[in-house]
């Protein structure tokens, strides 16, 4: 797969990482993100102060293919 610039700097949200995976946006948040080894988020400033929480593309794919098993 050719990665261009774009799909390096692509972020993704918890419902983009949820589509990918085939999970729900819950897991991703609530499982996934907590796992050792999972991608830290980048986190967004917003209006209300909680922050937006973003993954870094390349950064997802990258750890799920790290989960492959070798046959």
């Given amino acids: 797969m050719n990665k261009?610039?774009?799909?390096i700097e692509t972020l993704w949200t918890a419902v983009e990482?949820?589509?990918?995976l085939n999970v729900s946006s819950r897991q991703v948040s609530?499982?996934?993100a907590m796992l050792?080894?999972?991608p830290k988020p980048i986190r967004l400033p917003s209006p209300k102060g909680r922050g937006l929480y973003r993954w870094k593309r390349n950064e997802v794919i990258?750890?799920?293919?790290?989960?492959q098993i070798a046959a």
Wanted: proline share 5%.
């Fill in 36 to 38: 050792p080894g999972f």
């Fill in 17 to 20: 990482i949820a589509k990918y």
């Fill in 30 to 32: 609530e499982r996934y």
């Fill in 4 to 7: 261009t610039t774009e799909d």
């Fill in 62 to 67: 990258n750890w799920t293919e790290s989960l």
